[in-house]
Nanobody, 121 residues
Framework: QVQLVASGGGLVQAGGSLRLSCAAS????????MAWFRQAPGKEREFLAV????????DYSNSVKGRFTISRDNAKNTVYLQMNSLKPEDTAVYIC??????????????WGQGTQVTVSS
């Protein structure tokens, strides 16, 4: 199984930026598509972005398209989410996931525990 640990969350003001990281303790990291989700209190989990195994293909939800960028460094077994122009409605726990393909719905095989992002108004 793939162990995923997300980090980089914190408290920022509206309009600010954060970069989240998700590190995998697995030598097979490069064989997985990776994705980011988020979940706010009382709301369902929301898909944000996905990236293929090599990083050649990406897809985003409309709510973050143009503001967030997903990337990966297979040599470091890490996937990133660069978040710009943050809004209060972006406040949530951000969760990374590994999957078999970069298709949607994302075929999850492992979930990380997430990192909290809070955006103040």
């Amino acid at each position: 199984q793939v162990q995923l640990v997300a980090s980089g969350g914190g408290l920022v003001q509206a309009g600010g930026s954060l970069r989240l990281s998700c590190a995998a303790s697995d030598r097979t990291f490069s064989s997985y598509a990776m994705a980011w989700f988020r979940q706010a209190p009382g709301k369902e989990r929301e898909f944000l972005a996905v990236i293929s195994q090599t990083g050649s293909n990406t897809d985003y939800s409309n709510s973050v398209k143009g503001r967030f960028t997903i990337s990966r460094d297979n040599a470091k077994n890490t996937v990133y989410l660069q978040m710009n122009s943050l809004k209060p409605e972006d406040t949530a726990v951000y969760i990374c996931a590994a999957g078999t393909r970069w298709n949607r719905p994302f075929p999850v095989i492992s979930w990380g525990q997430g990192t909290q992002v809070t955006v103040s108004s």
